[in-house]
């Protein structure tokens, strides 16, 4: 059985860091590719970053590129999202998802919600003084 459980968030000062943790199991990491969404309040999800199975390339949306790092430990199954320098509007419920085809370059075409399938119950990142 497919599943996917995030861990990390919490409520952080502007500037402030934060590290989410993606646990998989039912798959292998290394077969398929892992994204991280957020959604904010009267928003749509939005993809943050991805990380390819395969080769471990990376894909940083804009808003996250330079201060966001997406990793993955493929011995415990686990891909972290390291955020750093964040900001108010980094608000949001953040959530790991599993590429519905499993293997392909991550870009920002693949790195669309509906490309994703199996999701996790997200986990909320609140940034405020």
């Known amino acids: 059985q497919v599943q996917l459980v995030e861990s990390g968030g919490g409520l952080v000062q502007p500037g402030g860091s934060l590290r989410l943790s993606c646990t998989a199991s039912?798959?292998?990491?290394?077969?398929?590719?892992i994204g991280w969404f957020r959604q904010a309040p009267g928003k749509e999800r939005e993809g943050v970053s991805g990380?390819?199975?395969?080769?471990?390339?990376?894909y940083y949306a804009p808003s996250a590129r330079g201060r966001f790092t997406i990793s993955r430990d493929n011995a415990k199954n686990v891909v972290y999202l390291q955020m750093n320098s964040l900001k108010a509007e980094d608000t949001a419920v953040y959530f790991c998802?599993?590429?519905?085809?499993?293997?392909?370059?991550?870009?920002?075409?693949?790195?669309?919600?509906?490309?994703?399938?199996?999701w996790g119950q997200g986990t909320q990142v609140t940034v405020s003084q």
């Open positions: 990380i390819s199975g395969s080769t471990g390339a990376t």
């Open positions: 998802a599993r590429d519905r085809i499993g293997l392909r370059p991550v870009s920002r075409a693949t790195l669309s919600e509906q490309e994703y399938d199996y």
């Open positions: 039912g798959f292998r990491l290394d077969y398929w590719n």
